[in-house]
């Protein structure tokens, strides 16, 4: 076999390998477009399936494996997905939306450390996300670390002061410090805001009746009553005769 047969053998052993992993990879992208469309129609158990099989082709796709993450968390299954996640960051340490859909896994098994971790994280790799510092503002406040909270809260207000919520749990912070006229202010301006809530009445009368205002007080617990707090009954006829 002279030399220009080997060249041209070889040219051929070429063009097939390199065109057998373009129809690969064209399979495997239909497949994970598949998948991911099962997710969109809510089959999410199948969706596990296709791409469960996909990894088994490539296990160094990180997006994959945040897709698999996500699957799991909605079917519920936090320590799969917990799982999923962590191997993508492993594949690529940026990937910021893996690290905060990892970090509401944590929420939800209650490991609020390592989910203030993950916000953390997300707060360096995306700054524009500053819903993030309410997220861990409240990781914060389920460990008592109640300052650490409060700056995170104030911080956010700053950027987004029609944050109803974030008043709400700012409240609470200054609360659960024995801060109750910080307390008062941050409630009254969740109930501004949006005034649909009993809890934001009910915090906001338990607040008024420790500063002395038993008047105000009252006035809040029937509030949240008629917007179906039940707690506030008792308290009505202990406090408000």
Do not use: W
């Not at 002279?2 to 051929?12: A, E, G, Y």
């Not at 989910?115 to 996300?129: G, I, R, T």
């Not at 002395?212 to 009505?236: Q, R, V």
Request: one cysteine or more; glycine letters at 4%.
């Amino acid at each position: 076999m002279n030399i220009q047969k080997i060249k041209l053998l070889k040219l051929l052993l070429v063009s097939f390998l390199l065109t057998s992993q373009v129809l690969v990879a064209q399979d495997t992208m239909a497949t994970i477009n598949n998948g991911l469309k099962l997710a969109s129609e809510k089959k999410f158990n199948e969706a596990v399936n296709i791409f469960e099989k996909c990894l088994k082709k490539q296990t160094d796709n990180a997006d994959l494996y945040y897709y698999l993450g996500n699957a799991y968390l909605d079917i519920f299954n936090y320590p799969k997905a917990i799982e999923s996640f962590s191997k993508a960051i492993n594949l690529n340490a940026t990937y910021s939306d893996a690290y905060y859909n990892r970090a509401t896994c944590y929420i939800q098994t209650k490991e609020f450390y390592l989910a203030y971790k993950d916000y953390s994280k997300v707060m360096v790799l995306d700054p524009k996300n500053t819903y993030t510092y309410f997220l861990r503002g409240n990781c914060s406040y389920k460990l008592a670390n109640y300052n650490d909270a409060i700056t995170d809260y104030e911080f956010l207000l700053t950027l987004s002061p029609e944050l109803h919520e974030v008043h709400f749990d700012l409240g609470n912070a200054y609360f659960s410090l024995g801060n109750f006229e910080k307390a008062l202010v941050a409630y009254d301006e969740a109930i501004k805001l949006n005034n649909s809530y009993s809890n934001y009445y009910f915090n906001r009368a338990v607040t008024e009746y420790n500063l002395g205002y038993t008047e105000d007080a009252c006035a809040d617990f029937n509030n949240a009553k008629d917007l179906g707090d039940l707690e506030s009954e008792g308290y009505i006829k202990e406090f408000c005769r």
